[in-house]
């Protein structure tokens, strides 16, 4: 599965972009943020991927889950956001 990392300055309409394009190339996607801004980017730009989509009959789910991730040699827990269609 194709993972997106999200940060708090990445721009949700892109991100929603880029997932709207792997789920129509490979089903689904997995999209990771770390910190409480990079999260919220990253759950706009589900919501916006949604809309994206729902013309062409495709409506998304989203599965919140906990991902350890290694940022500068320093284990983070992250936020582990997989997008599927319903």
């Not at 997932?19 to 996607?29: F, T």
């Not at 706009?44 to 989203?62: H, N, Q, S």
């Amino acid at each position: 599965m194709e993972v997106l990392k999200v940060s708090a300055k990445s721009v949700p309409n892109s991100v929603a972009g880029a997932i709207a394009g792997v789920i129509r190339e490979k089903g689904a996607v997995e999209v990771q943020a770390v910190g409480a801004g990079a999260s919220n980017q990253a759950v706009k730009a589900v919501a916006i991927a949604r809309g994206y989509l729902a013309p062409a009959g495709i409506d998304l789910i989203c599965i919140p889950a906990f991902a350890n991730v290694v940022i500068d040699m320093e284990e983070r827990t992250a936020i582990k956001l997989i997008v599927e269609p319903r």
